[in-house]
């Protein structure tokens, strides 16, 4: 096949995803509901097999659609996949309102505690200094995809555990207190669900998480938010753009 071949079948499977999504959502069709086998897919947008082959391969990454092969196999529309996009800093709201999900919160608790050693560190406080702590579940179409536990420094904001906390707690540090996240440093490694936390986000004891512990700096280097979240790991794909040091590249070929 030649190159320009290649680029049209692409450009045709893209068409095919978008209408494979279009009809998923003007369908109303819920997880575990069958679409349809490659050749019926085929001739109801009348295109090749395999056109329909690439494009349901690129769905299935997604988690957009499931596919089975076999007697009384086909295509079903799967649980796609939040993207967690480490290149930004955005609320998990706004995350999920972009990828076309409705976003909800459960809050489980809030409180006023004195900062553990971690926190305290990673949050340049002395001993004994007071965080607030946030503990909430995150929902992406109602069901569970993240469990969110946030400390902040109480002497920064005071009031905030009076607000609303089901939305985006970024838009309510700006909104209420001139706060914006500026930069943030993220470790993040694979652990299994205890009992609880197998729990609360509806996944098997031991099933395999996304342990993301952050901490998050304003323009003027102010560290103001540390926190420790779970997302599910079937549920969640991590993107990190990267960049070339060219400035460096530029100064040493000088």
Same mark, same amino acid.
């Not at 391969?57 to 076999?70: D, F, P, Y």
């Not at 995809?145 to 905030?160: D, K």
């Not at 540090?173 to 706060?179: P, R």
């Given at each position: ?111 006023? %505690?004195? *900062? &553990?050693?971690?926190? /305290? +560190?990673? $949050?340049?406080?002395?001993?004994? #200094?007071?965080? !607030?702590? @946030?503990? =909430? ?53 694979? %652990?299994? *669900? &205890?009992?609880?936390? /197998? +729990?609360? $986000?509806?996944?098997?004891?031991? #099933?395999?998480? !996304?342990? @993301?512990? =952050? ?40």
């Amino acid at each position: 096949m030649s190159g320009a071949d290649t680029t049209a079948q692409g450009a045709v499977a893209a068409e095919v995803q978008r209408r494979i999504l279009d009809q998923i959502r003007d369908s109303a069709l819920g997880p575990g509901q069958r679409l349809g086998g490659e050749r019926d897919l085929a001739t109801a947008f009348g295109v090749s097999r395999s056109s329909v082959r690439l494009a349901l391969a690129a769905l299935e990454r997604t988690g957009a659609v499931r596919r089975v092969a076999g007697r009384g196999g086909g295509t079903f529309v799967g649980s796609p996949k939040v993207d967690r996009d480490l290149s930004r800093i955005v609320g998990v709201p706004q995350l999920l309102r972009r990828q076309g999900m409705q976003a909800g919160t459960r809050v489980l608790g809030t409180g006023l %505690v004195v *900062a &553990d050693t971690p926190t /305290a +560190a990673a $949050l340049g406080l002395p001993d004994g #200094a007071h965080v !607030l702590d @946030i503990v =909430r579940i995150r929902l992406a179409d109602g069901t569970p995809i993240s469990l969110e536990h946030a400390r902040l420094p109480a002497a920064l904001f005071p009031g905030l555990l009076e607000l609303p906390l089901r939305g985006s707690l970024y838009e309510l540090l700006e909104v209420h207190f001139d706060t914006r996240p500026h930069d943030a440093v993220e470790h993040i490694e694979v %652990v299994t *669900a &205890d009992e609880h936390e /197998a +729990a609360v $986000l509806a996944v098997p004891r031991d #099933a395999p998480l !996304l342990s @993301i512990t =952050r901490t998050t700096r304003n323009h003027d280097g102010t560290a103001f938010e540390h926190s420790h979240d779970l997302f599910r790991a079937d549920r969640t794909s991590i993107t990190v753009r990267s960049f070339a040091e060219v400035a460096m590249a530029a100064v040493t070929a000088g």
